[in-house]
């Protein structure tokens, strides 16, 4: 084989290997996890309450931080995580979860709900948990 065919030839090759690379970086797609923020809403069919317990059915979340003032908010445990949130004065239900993709967002599943009067509602029929964008959204 002569230069001029072996350098035809690397190029093509080149050329080959670099198409096929490509391919591979879409960024959107396979297993390219992206890091984010959500933010959970209880959904009542009682208006404003004082309290929630939240457990984290399945999927990864890192941190939860309270959405406005004096809302407090706890995350217990290890395997389920649960989240204890407080409210200084009956409100809304929301909190900010820093998960590990926004892609494949967590499930959260309500445990106990405490009304306005601090006492606990007797039945959980009505109640969810809504997810939406992040902070600024």
């Known amino acids: ?3 001029t065919r072996r ?3 690397f190029a093509v090759v080149l050329l080959v290997l670099t198409t096929l690379a490509s391919c591979n970086d879409d960024p959107t797609g396979g297993d390219i996890r992206q890091p984010g923020e959500l933010t959970a809403s209880l959904v009542s069919p009682n208006g404003v309450e004082g309290s929630a317990l939240l457990e984290v059915a399945s999927g990864t ?3 939860v931080t ?3 003032p004096y809302v407090h908010v706890f995350r217990v445990g290890v395997n389920p995580v649960r989240i204890v949130v ?4 009956p409100g809304e239900i929301s909190l900010r979860l820093t998960i590990d993709d926004v892609n494949h967002p967590p499930e959260l599943r309500v445990v106990d ?3 306005p009067d601090d006492q606990l509602r007797a039945s959980l ?3 969810s948990v809504s997810l939406g964008g ?3 959204s």
Not at 86 to 89: F, I, V
């Open 61 to 63: 979340v890192l941190d």
């Open 1 to 3: 084989m002569n230069a």
């Open 125 to 127: 029929a009505g109640y």
């Open 86 to 89: 407080l409210r200084l004065e």
């Open 7 to 9: 350098a035809s030839a």
């Open 134 to 136: 992040g902070a600024g």
């Open 66 to 68: 309270a959405v406005e």
């Open 113 to 115: 709900v405490g009304g």
